[in-house]
C-alpha cells in the first residue's frame, strides 16, 4: 500500500500519522498565516490536503484563535452555518459565497452538516441543530511537487 509522506515535515508529524499531533496541530501548522473557514469538504485549487475530524472544542478553539490573529477567512456560504460557529466559537463569521481563494500554503477549518439537505431548494433555509454539524481539519499544500509517494515497507 502506498502512503504519501511530505518531504518537507518533521519525523514527528509522519509517525503521527499526518498533520496534527495527538495534542492538536504541530509547530508547522500553528505558523500557518492564513486559516480558511469551509461549511463542506471540498479541495478548491490544486495540491495536497491531509483532513483529520476534531472535536467541537477544539474546532472552537482554532476558529477563536485565528479571529484573534487576524488569520480567519470566512468562506461560509449559508447564515445558518456563521450562525452555529459564532455561537460555538465566540467570535463573529462572515457570510461569503465568493470562490475560495487558498494561499500557497493554510489551514483549512471546516464545519459542515453530516448529511446532504435532501432538497436543494431548502438550502438555506434549513435550521440544523448542534447535533447536525461535524468538524474537520485539513493542511493544504499548493506545491504538491514537494510530497512523494513512497511504499509503506520503505
Not at 503521527?16 to 471540498?42: D, H, P, R, W
Not at 491531509?50 to 474546532?59: G, Y
Not at 459542515?112 to 447536525?132: F, H, I, S, W
Request: charged content about 25%.
Amino acid at each position: 500500500m502506498n502512503q504519501i509522506i511530505p518531504n518537507h515535515l518533521p519525523i514527528s508529524l509522519i509517525a503521527a500519522g499526518g498533520a496534527f499531533s495527538a495534542t492538536g496541530l504541530t509547530g508547522k501548522e500553528k505558523q500557518m498565516t492564513v486559516t480558511i473557514l469551509l461549511n463542506s469538504a471540498m479541495m478548491p485549487d490544486e495540491g495536497l490536503y491531509i483532513l483529520r475530524r476534531v472535536s467541537r472544542e477544539f474546532f472552537a478553539e482554532l476558529i477563536a484563535d485565528a479571529y484573534r490573529q487576524g488569520h480567519l477567512q470566512s468562506y461560509i456560504g449559508y447564515a445558518e452555518t456563521a450562525r452555529h460557529i459564532e455561537n460555538i466559537s465566540g467570535v463573529p463569521i462572515e457570510v461569503n459565497r465568493a470562490a475560495t481563494q487558498s494561499p500557497d500554503q493554510c489551514l483549512i477549518a471546516i464545519c459542515k452538516l453530516k448529511y446532504r439537505v435532501g432538497d436543494p431548494a431548502t438550502k438555506g433555509r434549513l435550521q440544523p441543530g448542534d447535533e447536525d454539524y461535524e468538524y474537520f481539519v485539513a493542511t493544504y499544500d499548493r506545491d504538491h511537487m514537494r510530497w512523494r509517494v513512497c511504499d509503506e515497507q520503505s
